[in-house]
């Protein structure tokens, strides 16, 4: 098994690595950054991998995500604030489901841009920071920044420039979803029918979201996410019919890109 400081390394090797043949000390803290209620979950396998062993799970929601409520979800449609409040509840009700802490759960509210998506001003960028540096997490888990969303991408960015800034290097491991674009993938968690049974209950808290891919894809979010984590096991040749998958990068002080 690697350690878990040989990490970085597998950015140099041929072949991606499954997630248990890495040695996590069980004193391993991680945080979660996610742009929207719900990023939590699209990673939930390899987050309850790390739960299992020991490890100290933190999770910072950055936005509301009021953009992902259609205004048809309730009569009459709901205000900013009661789309934000709706989907605040689902991710704690999904994270009591998960066995996650209220008190390791940070909803940060970061003001959204006119494109509805997370707002990059100094404000926003000053407060992530401090919330990796009030975690001190040991990895971080986040969004690509290759990626078409650009909530992904300002949160990938925001989290880069706050490492620098704080001049501590952080092993950071961003997944692929399904809006990612050029991607490699340098670690993976397969798993099997009864773990998608178990992440498909997680992610069905999030009925919002239910709701609209129903109405805008014609099929749920959990059919969503669960039929792109089945691609990623095709594409990867394992035996497990489900996977997610993560690229490793070391973020430094001197902001360098991989």
Same mark, same amino acid.
């Given at each position: 098994?690697?350690?878990?400081?040989?990490?970085?390394?597998?950015?140099?090797?041929?072949?991606?690595?499954?997630?248990?043949?890495?040695?996590?000390?069980?004193?391993?803290?991680?945080?979660?950054?996610?742009?929207?209620?719900?990023?939590?979950?699209?990673?939930?396998?390899?987050?309850? &991998?790390?739960?299992?062993?020991?490890?100290?799970?933190?999770?910072?929601?950055?936005?509301?995500?009021?953009?992902?409520?259609?205004?048809?979800?309730?009569?009459?449609?709901?205000?900013?604030?009661?789309?934000?409040?709706?989907?605040?509840?689902?991710?704690?009700?999904?994270?009591?489901?998960?066995?996650?802490?209220?008190?390791?759960?940070?909803?940060?509210?970061?003001?959204?841009?006119?494109?509805?998506?997370?707002?990059?001003?100094?404000?926003?960028?000053?407060?992530?920071?401090?919330?990796?540096?009030?975690?001190?997490?040991?990895?971080?888990?986040?969004?690509?920044?290759?990626?078409?969303?650009?909530?992904?991408?300002?949160?990938?960015?925001?989290?880069?420039?706050?490492?620098?800034?704080?001049?501590?290097?952080?092993?950071?491991? &961003?997944?692929?979803?399904?809006?990612?674009?050029?991607?490699?993938?340098?670690?993976?968690?397969?798993?099997?029918?009864?773990?998608?049974?178990?992440?498909?209950?997680?992610?069905?808290?999030?009925?919002?979201?239910?709701?609209?891919?129903?109405?805008?894809?014609?099929?749920?979010?959990?059919?969503?996410?669960?039929?792109?984590?089945?691609?990623?096991?095709?594409?990867?040749?394992?035996?497990?019919?489900?996977?997610?998958?993560?690229?490793?990068?070391?973020?430094?002080?001197?902001?360098?890109?991989?």
């Amino acid at each position: 098994m690697l350690p878990i400081h040989a990490l970085n390394a597998l950015r140099t090797g041929n072949q991606p690595a499954p997630i248990d043949s890495i040695e996590f000390s069980p004193a391993l803290r991680a945080l979660v950054l996610a742009p929207h209620p719900d990023d939590f979950d699209a990673i939930a396998i390899t987050l309850r &991998y790390l739960q299992v062993r020991g490890n100290e799970i933190h999770l910072a929601v950055l936005s509301g995500g009021s953009k992902g409520v259609e205004d048809s979800y309730t009569n009459p449609p709901p205000t900013w604030e009661q789309k934000t409040q709706l989907r605040e509840q689902e991710q704690l009700n999904s994270c009591t489901f998960f066995g996650l802490p209220p008190s390791r759960i940070s909803f940060l509210r970061l003001p959204e841009a006119a494109d509805g998506e997370l707002a990059q001003d100094s404000s926003s960028q000053a407060r992530v920071r401090n919330q990796i540096n009030q975690t001190s997490p040991d990895v971080l888990f986040l969004p690509s920044g290759n990626d078409i969303n650009t909530g992904h991408q300002r949160t990938y960015d925001m989290a880069r420039k706050a490492v620098r800034d704080l001049g501590k290097p952080l092993q950071a491991l &961003y997944n692929r979803d399904v809006k990612t674009l050029s991607f490699r993938t340098d670690l993976y968690a397969g798993f099997n029918q009864t773990q998608a049974d178990w992440k498909r209950s997680l992610l069905r808290f999030h009925d919002t979201q239910q709701a609209r891919n129903i109405a805008i894809r014609g099929h749920g979010f959990d059919d969503r996410i669960l039929s792109f984590n089945r691609t990623l096991a095709r594409e990867l040749e394992l035996e497990a019919p489900y996977a997610e998958a993560f690229q490793v990068e070391l973020f430094d002080a001197d902001h360098r890109q991989p």
